[in-house]
DNA sequence: ATGTCC
């Protein structure tokens, strides 16, 4: 093998010397030429597989590095943003948006006033970037949603809630309907479950979870809405209303692990700092495919809560009056003022365009809002996805006694079904704190208060 | 968030 064999290959630049000193090791194994344009193709293909490989490493990183858009290299500097309510978010979630505004696919982004560590990035942040997606940036519960439906019932007995719930509500990881109770929804029956393997493969499971709910902070619940003002087609009064909390269960977590890994092969060089915001290029396979899977999951999640909704509504004998409904972990494409699309991450964060409407709860057994957005691009047009954690899940259990959250449900009226010590009301930030800070963000169209609330057992029981 | 490494 020459010079002249590599180049045929398609291999270039400072390539072209990296993969002829391969090619001469394996001449001298004793390999033949047909066996080494072979193996040299698969690296040229697929260089990403090749980067621990000990005769293949720098081929394949130099690969990687000619077929990028941007290096791997962190900005000195990170880009500046804004954040809502400084004084409810910590230091260490400040230096973690930092490090996604360092990264040189990134072009803007925000802090929300529920903002705290998570995977890469916080949550309550917002993330822009230039024609690239970041698995992790979404979060690993892709598509994870809020639905508020007003139900035309004029009164309903903490019992019926309570058992509307137990019959119509599944909960908790790994968990499915019964197969005798299955439900059925069009989601299943796209033609995108055909277009991945990794779909394909995850089809059955999304199938066997549909309509059911997850664990940690997923819920649905049953509470009062009250309108001050006429609006959602509703004359101001009080409303009997069904919350929900829930995302794309396993299938969604599936297809976030299988991306991220994709993304941190393609990006070995890239800072330990930054590792789990690696990202996948919109021009490049990848990247297409974690777009088309992400949106199928966002799809996916909206099914579940459509399904959640329809039982109940089914079980009344009614039909919603209206309903509200947002995803608040997904990547959008949008313009900035300038005219220039994006790629905004919201990784628990409620898009808060123009007249948008959305949900951003409180706690277990503290008011959340029906919220229109105001449009704010300095935010992304976006807002918080509840109030936030203040304790961590583990810091929680250590420091609330049940008796304490009894007492503070009891003095709300609030029953839990499920929960635990790890989701109490003291273990968030202050709903109407987060919410007077995000005035410039939305405004407040309806006030919805928690009554009967159904949520995964915790590991230390309500 | 998820049966916690398909």
Same mark, same amino acid.
């Given at each position: 093998?020459?010079?002249?064999?590599?180049?045929?290959?398609?291999?270039?630049?400072? *390539?072209?010397?990296?993969? $002829?000193?391969? *090619?001469?090791?394996?001449?001298?194994?004793?390999?033949?030429?047909?066996?080494?344009?072979?193996?040299?193709?698969?690296?040229?293909?697929?260089?990403?597989?090749?980067?621990?490989?000990?005769?293949?490493?720098?081929?394949?990183?130099?690969?990687?590095?000619?077929?990028?858009?941007?290096?791997? %290299?962190?900005?000195?500097?990170?880009?500046?943003? %804004?954040?809502?309510?400084?004084?409810?978010?910590?230091?260490?979630?400040?230096?973690?948006?930092?490090?996604?505004?360092?990264?040189?696919?990134?072009?803007?982004?925000?802090?929300?006033?529920?903002?705290? =560590?998570?995977?890469? @990035?916080?949550?309550?942040?917002?993330?822009?970037?230039?024609?690239?997606?970041?698995?992790?940036?979404?979060?690993?519960?892709?598509?994870?949603?809020?639905?508020?439906?007003? @139900?035309?019932?004029?009164?309903?007995?903490?019992?019926?809630?309570?058992?509307? @719930?137990?019959?119509?509500?599944?909960?908790?990881?790994?968990?499915?309907?019964?197969?005798?109770?299955?439900?059925?929804?069009?989601?299943?029956?796209?033609?995108?479950?055909?277009?991945?393997?990794?779909?394909?493969?995850?089809?059955?499971?999304?199938?066997?979870?549909?309509?059911?709910?997850?664990?940690?902070?997923?819920?649905?619940?049953?509470?009062? @809405?009250?309108?001050?003002?006429?609006?959602?087609?509703?004359?101001?009064?009080?409303?009997?209303? $069904?919350?929900?909390?829930?995302?794309?269960?396993?299938?969604?977590?599936?297809?976030?692990?299988?991306?991220?890994?994709?993304?941190?092969?393609?990006?070995? !060089?890239?800072?330990? !700092?930054?590792?789990?915001?690696?990202?996948?290029?919109?021009?490049?396979?990848?990247?297409?495919?974690?777009?088309?899977?992400?949106?199928?999951?966002?799809?996916?999640?909206?099914?579940?809560?459509?399904?959640?909704? *329809?039982?109940?509504?089914?079980?009344?004998?009614?039909?919603?009056?209206?309903? =509200?409904?947002?995803?608040?972990? $997904?990547?959008?494409?949008?313009?900035?003022?300038?005219?220039?699309?994006?790629?905004?991450?919201?990784?628990?964060?409620?898009?808060?365009?123009?007249?948008?409407?959305?949900?951003?709860?409180?706690?277990?057994?503290?008011?959340?809002?029906?919220?229109?957005?105001?449009?704010?691009?300095?935010? $992304?047009?976006?807002?918080?996805?509840? /109030?936030?954690?203040?304790?961590?899940?583990?810091?929680?259990?250590?420091?609330?006694?049940? /008796?304490?959250?009894?007492?503070?449900?009891?003095?709300?009226?609030?029953?839990?079904?499920?929960?635990?010590? !790890?989701?109490?009301?003291?273990?968030?930030?202050?709903?109407?704190? =987060?919410?007077?800070?995000?005035?410039?963000?939305?405004?407040? =169209?309806?006030?919805?208060?928690?009554?009967?609330?159904?949520?995964?057992?915790?590991?230390?029981?309500?």
């Amino acid at each position: 093998m020459n010079g002249n064999d590599i180049t045929a290959l398609g291999f270039t630049g400072k *390539a072209i010397g990296l993969a $002829l000193n391969a *090619a001469r090791h394996r001449e001298t194994a004793g390999q033949t030429n047909d066996e080494i344009r072979a193996e040299l193709g698969r690296v040229l293909h697929r260089p990403e597989a090749f980067i621990r490989d000990p005769l293949y490493a720098d081929l394949g990183r130099e690969l990687l590095g000619q077929a990028a858009r941007f290096p791997d %290299t962190l900005r000195e500097r990170p880009l500046s943003y %804004t954040e809502w309510g400084s004084e409810l978010i910590d230091e260490n979630t400040r230096a973690q948006m930092d490090t996604a505004m360092r990264l040189p696919i990134s072009v803007a982004g925000a802090l929300m006033p529920d903002a705290h =560590v998570g995977f890469g @990035l916080p949550i309550g942040g917002v993330l822009a970037t230039d024609h690239a997606v970041i698995p992790y940036a979404v979060g690993v519960d892709i598509g994870c949603a809020m639905a508020l439906s007003v @139900l035309p019932v004029a009164n309903l007995s903490r019992e019926d809630e309570v058992r509307l @719930l137990r019959r119509n509500t599944r909960f908790g990881a790994g968990h499915a309907w019964e197969r005798k109770l299955r439900p059925d929804h069009a989601v299943l029956d796209e033609d995108t479950w055909h277009e991945l393997p990794l779909l394909r493969q995850l089809r059955n499971k999304a199938a066997e979870q549909l309509g059911t709910s997850g664990s940690g902070n997923h819920f649905v619940e049953f509470g009062t @809405l009250t309108l001050e003002a006429a609006d959602l087609g509703l004359a101001p009064g009080q409303y009997i209303a $069904l919350l929900s909390h829930s995302g794309s269960r396993g299938f969604g977590a599936q297809v976030a692990g299988h991306y991220t890994q994709v993304a941190q092969n393609l990006h070995p !060089d890239l800072d330990p !700092d930054a590792r789990k915001l690696a990202w996948l290029d919109m021009d490049r396979d990848e990247g297409q495919a974690y777009w088309t899977a992400m949106n199928l999951a966002g799809r996916y999640a909206l099914a579940n809560h459509e399904v959640i909704h *329809a039982r109940i509504a089914r079980a009344l004998g009614v039909k919603p009056l209206v309903t =509200v409904r947002n995803s608040h972990n $997904l990547a959008w494409k949008q313009r900035m003022p300038d005219g220039r699309e994006v790629i905004v991450h919201r990784k628990g964060a409620t898009p808060a365009g123009q007249g948008q409407l959305g949900i951003i709860p409180g706690s277990m057994a503290d008011p959340g809002y029906v919220v229109r957005g105001k449009g704010n691009t300095q935010a $992304l047009e976006s807002a918080s996805h509840g /109030s936030g954690r203040l304790l961590g899940r583990k810091q929680a259990e250590r420091e609330l006694s049940r /008796s304490a959250v009894k007492e503070y449900l009891e003095a709300r009226d609030v029953t839990v079904m499920g929960g635990g010590v !790890d989701e109490a009301p003291q273990a968030y930030k202050n709903i109407d704190r =987060v919410m007077a800070s995000q005035a410039d963000l939305v405004d407040v =169209v309806a006030r919805f208060m928690p009554r009967v609330v159904r949520m995964d057992t915790g590991r230390q029981d309500i």
